[in-house]
């Protein structure tokens, strides 16, 4: 499919965000947020500005500029004790593509949001000026960048703090549990031992085996449990060509999903794991998009908050099997408290993913999912979002108006912006 | 090994120097902007994990400030073993046929002030008792191609000069690696559409700095381009003349 316009890339990426409606950074969000609204709206690339200005290994804090990706930052800095604070998915993402989604990871419970380890951000905001932000400078502005998707100014430099490993392996758990139910217990009884908790979920099992699935619980491994040797970064075999549409179906679905399962043997498996296999799966593949056929396929991710109760996981796995969403990978975590930024993802309750591919049906499948979930009091992650309505959005997001207000004071014209945010917010197309 | 690096900041050559100072290599950067060299200096110290990295300032435009600078990056190094450059001026040939000036001042920087610089850092290598001078030339030098004849022409006075650098003094103990890229995706050729066998810079920094070590006179980066060229080296003009490559 053709991309309306084109990205900018250049070293000099601060000269190229002058006058540009939108950051660009990998491009791993899943939906239209890092497209823009119009071909002739100019997009900066970041991807080539990507050293690093500072780091200081008695704190911890790293200081780059916004395109370095966090894969970089983890090959470069597990050596000496340090990894990403958080670890979504896949690790082929800039550092300011963190800062607009306000990614999260396995250690969401504990550690909380990519923003909690933010300590400044220098922005080039709508009207062309550069400036610093943080909890205490412009306080409004990095509570609404954090998680803003870029909407509120470029990301030009960002100031973090590394997490310590205690080595560099991982010590890790898999567990395999046969309902929904259990699993969500599981989930939170590991969270309170565990720093890194995820799951992986069958849902196209229904009834007894509804939300069947395998727990993953990690930590960092003491350094007498550890190798002697740091871990080489993964090989990764990639997908060479676009499979047909049909390849993707319930049955070959099905049949994946009762085979990973299934698999499992023992019940709970544990030992020494490669950080990057524990962490980032979605990079074990290259290109692994292209499973999905020429149509490709958009994730929807929502949170269900714990103030919906128990059993709101099962009526979200029910309505979907109902519809026949066939995904491959559901991936099911808790989360903890909700972070500083506005717009952030995150709040405490239960998060789901799924790999929706497209077909005709996907538009009225993301509305009656969206339904519920309002219903439920949660809502969508913007970084993985591309079919939800803005009526749906402003139903979810009780703190939207407060975030548009600062978004007018900084860019009352309306010149930052994206597909995904005329689709939510309008706008001049 | 000590090197000054004329045009460590962005593209091919920033993936080298970091190669370079991943290893244990003592930089010092050269460049126009002292700002931006500085930048890339924090990066290189950061990503390395070693000692500073020196820099001054450097223009291709401005010969007077080729050898002040090479003295100080020998003087902050304590030494010099190598030289690198990968900086130059690029445009299209559109953009070149439509503004002499501009065609002028590529072929400036690109040809003759580049000898110059070389010509600098050679003597002061040849006074050390040898050492290694990298510099990138192009693919586009190999044959006059329609969309680059003025680009190409340059690259190709430069290759021929690294040639006959390497020929007379290379018993002396100056090795001289003229590198000639094919499509790389940078920032300079953002833009252009990548033919088959394009390159990414971390690829070819691998291949440049296996040559530095080497020696090797003449490499094609990716290796891929050494097949490509000789190909093309041996079209006959009336298939040069129809073909738009």
């Given at each position: 499919?053709p991309?309306p316009?084109?990205?900018?890339?250049?070293?000099?990426?601060?000269?190229?965000?002058?006058?540009?409606?939108?950051?660009?950074?990998?491009?791993?969000?899943?939906?239209?947020?890092?497209?823009?609204?119009?071909?002739?709206?100019r997009?900066?690339?970041?991807?080539?500005?990507?050293?690093?200005?500072?780091?200081?290994?008695?704190?911890?804090?790293?200081?780059?500029?916004?395109g370095?990706?966090?894969?970089?930052i983890?090959?470069?800095?597990?050596?000496?004790?340090?990894?990403?604070?958080?670890?979504?998915?896949?690790?082929?993402?800039?550092?300011?593509?963190?800062?607009?989604?306000?990614?999260?990871?396995?250690?969401?419970?504990?550690d909380?949001?990519?923003?909690?380890?933010?300590?400044?951000?220098?922005?080039?905001?709508?009207?062309?000026?550069?400036?610093?932000?943080?909890?205490?400078?412009?306080?409004?502005?990095?509570?609404?960048?954090?998680?803003?998707?870029?909407l509120?100014?470029h990301?030009?430099?960002?100031?973090?703090?590394?997490?310590?490993?205690?080595?560099p392996?991982?010590?890790?758990?898999?567990?395999?549990?046969?309902?929904?139910?259990?699993?969500?217990?599981?989930?939170?009884?590991?969270?309170?031992?565990?720093?890194?908790?995820?799951?992986?979920?069958?849902?196209?099992?229904?009834?007894?085996?509804?939300?069947?699935?395998?727990?993953?619980?990690?930590?960092?491994?003491?350094?007498?449990?550890?190798?002697?040797?740091?871990?080489?970064?993964?090989?990764?075999?990639?997908?060479p060509?676009?499979?047909?549409?049909?390849?993707?179906?319930?049955?070959?679905?099905?049949?994946?999903?009762?085979?990973?399962?299934?698999?499992?043997?023992?019940r709970?498996?544990?030992?020494?794991?490669?950080p990057?296999?524990?962490?980032?799966p979605?990079?074990?593949?290259g290109?692994?998009?292209?499973?999905?056929?020429?149509?490709g396929?958009?994730?929807?991710q929502?949170?269900?908050p714990?103030?919906?109760?128990?059993?709101?996981?099962?009526?979200?796995?029910?309505?979907?099997?109902?519809?026949?969403?066939?995904?491959?990978?559901?991936?099911?975590?808790?989360?903890?408290?909700?972070?500083?930024?506005?717009?952030?993802?995150?709040?405490?309750?239960?998060?789901?993913?799924?790999?929706?591919?497209?077909?005709?049906?996907?538009?009225?499948?993301?509305?009656?999912?969206?339904?519920?979930?309002?219903?439920?009091?949660?809502?969508?992650?913007?970084?993985?979002?591309?079919?939800?309505r803005?009526?749906?959005?402003?139903a979810?997001?009780?703190?939207?108006?407060?975030?548009?207000?600062?978004?007018?004071?900084?860019?009352?014209?309306?010149?930052?912006?994206?597909?995904?945010?005329?689709?939510?917010?309008g706008?001049?197309? | 090994?000590?090197?000054?690096?004329?045009?460590a900041t962005?593209?091919?050559?920033?993936?080298?120097a970091?190669?370079?100072?991943?290893?244990?290599?003592?930089?010092?950067?050269?460049?126009?902007?002292?700002?931006?060299?500085?930048?890339?200096?924090?990066?290189?110290?950061?990503?390395?994990?070693?000692?500073?990295?020196?820099?001054?300032?450097?223009?291709?435009?401005?010969?007077?400030?080729?050898?002040?600078?090479?003295?100080?990056?020998?003087?902050?190094?304590?030494?010099?073993?190598?030289?690198?450059?990968?900086?130059?001026?690029?445009?299209?040939?559109?953009?070149?046929?439509?503004?002499?000036?501009?065609?002028?001042?590529?072929?400036?920087?690109d040809?003759?002030?580049?000898?110059?610089?070389?010509?600098?850092?050679?003597?002061?290598?040849l006074a050390?008792?040898?050492?290694?001078l990298?510099?990138?030339?192009?693919?586009?030098?190999?044959?006059?191609?329609?969309?680059?004849?003025?680009?190409?022409?340059?690259?190709?006075?430069?290759?021929?000069?690294?040639?006959?650098?390497?020929?007379?003094?290379?018993?002396?103990?100056?090795?001289t690696?003229?590198v000639?890229?094919?499509?790389?995706?940078?920032?300079?050729?953002?833009?252009?559409?990548?033919?088959?066998?394009?390159?990414?810079?971390?690829?070819?920094?691998?291949?440049v700095?296996?040559?530095?070590?080497r020696?090797?006179?003449v490499?094609?980066?990716?290796?891929?381009?050494?097949?490509?060229?000789?190909?093309?080296?041996?079209?006959?003009?009336?298939?040069?003349?129809?073909?738009?490559?």
């Amino acid at each position: 499919m053709p991309l309306p316009g084109r990205e900018i890339r250049s070293e000099d990426y601060e000269s190229v965000t002058r006058g540009a409606a939108l950051s660009r950074g990998l491009g791993r969000s899943y939906g239209d947020s890092s497209l823009p609204a119009r071909p002739e709206d100019r997009v900066a690339s970041s991807v080539l500005a990507d050293r690093i200005l500072g780091f200081d290994p008695a704190t911890g804090v790293l200081h780059a500029e916004a395109g370095l990706s966090m894969q970089v930052i983890n090959r470069l800095f597990l050596p000496r004790g340090f990894y990403s604070p958080i670890t979504p998915g896949t690790q082929i993402i800039t550092l300011g593509g963190m800062v607009a989604a306000d990614v999260h990871g396995k250690n969401h419970h504990r550690d909380g949001t990519f923003g909690a380890h933010v300590r400044r951000l220098r922005l080039r905001v709508a009207d062309g000026r550069v400036l610093w932000c943080s909890p205490t400078e412009e306080r409004d502005l990095f509570r609404a960048t954090i998680g803003g998707m870029g909407l509120t100014g470029h990301v030009l430099e960002v100031e973090c703090v590394l997490a310590r490993a205690a080595s560099p392996w991982l010590w890790a758990e898999s567990e395999r549990i046969h309902d929904i139910d259990r699993f969500i217990e599981a989930l939170k009884a590991s969270a309170r031992e565990w720093p890194h908790t995820m799951g992986w979920i069958d849902c196209l099992s229904r009834g007894r085996l509804m939300g069947r699935g395998i727990l993953h619980r990690g930590r960092w491994a003491e350094p007498h449990e550890a190798p002697g040797r740091v871990p080489t970064p993964l090989r990764r075999p990639a997908l060479p060509f676009v499979l047909p549409g049909f390849a993707l179906n319930r049955f070959s679905v099905t049949a994946f999903n009762t085979l990973l399962y299934s698999s499992h043997v023992p019940r709970v498996k544990r030992g020494i794991r490669h950080p990057e296999a524990f962490f980032h799966p979605l990079d074990a593949i290259g290109h692994w998009n292209r499973m999905y056929g020429p149509r490709g396929f958009t994730q929807y991710q929502c949170v269900l908050p714990d103030s919906a109760g128990h059993g709101a996981a099962g009526r979200f796995l029910e309505l979907l099997t109902a519809k026949g969403g066939a995904s491959m990978l559901c991936v099911i975590k808790d989360c903890g408290a909700e972070g500083i930024g506005l717009l952030s993802f995150p709040r405490p309750g239960i998060s789901i993913a799924l790999d929706i591919p497209i077909r005709d049906g996907t538009q009225a499948l993301v509305d009656a999912l969206n339904e519920l979930v309002i219903a439920e009091g949660g809502r969508v992650y913007l970084a993985k979002d591309l079919f939800t309505r803005g009526e749906h959005f402003r139903a979810m997001e009780p703190r939207l108006p407060e975030w548009l207000r600062i978004k007018r004071q900084w860019d009352p014209e309306g010149r930052l912006r994206s597909a995904q945010s005329v689709r939510l917010l309008g706008g001049e197309p | 090994m000590k090197v000054a690096f004329l045009g460590a900041t962005r593209g091919m050559g920033r993936a080298l120097a970091r190669l370079m100072a991943s290893r244990g290599d003592r930089l010092f950067l050269l460049g126009r902007s002292l700002e931006d060299l500085a930048r890339s200096a924090r990066d290189l110290e950061a990503r390395a994990g070693l000692g500073s990295v020196g820099v001054a300032a450097c223009d291709l435009e401005r010969p007077e400030t080729f050898s002040p600078a090479l003295g100080a990056a020998e003087a902050s190094l304590e030494g010099l073993d190598c030289v690198v450059v990968t900086a130059g001026l690029f445009a299209t040939q559109d953009a070149l046929e439509a503004d002499v000036d501009l065609a002028q001042r590529l072929l400036l920087v690109d040809f003759t002030n580049t000898v110059a610089f070389c010509e600098h850092a050679r003597k002061r290598l040849l006074a050390r008792g040898g050492g290694t001078l990298c510099v990138f030339s192009s693919v586009a030098g190999e044959r006059g191609r329609k969309p680059v004849v003025l680009y190409g022409a340059a690259k190709a006075g430069l290759t021929r000069y690294l040639e006959g650098l390497d020929h007379k003094f290379r018993a002396a103990g100056l090795r001289t690696v003229c590198v000639k890229p094919g499509f790389v995706k940078t920032s300079m050729t953002d833009g252009l559409k990548p033919p088959p066998f394009a390159g990414e810079p971390d690829g070819v920094a691998r291949v440049v700095l296996r040559a530095i070590d080497r020696g090797t006179p003449v490499v094609y980066a990716p290796g891929m381009w050494r097949w490509v060229m000789l190909v093309i080296r041996n079209l006959p003009r009336a298939v040069m003349r129809r073909i738009g490559f």
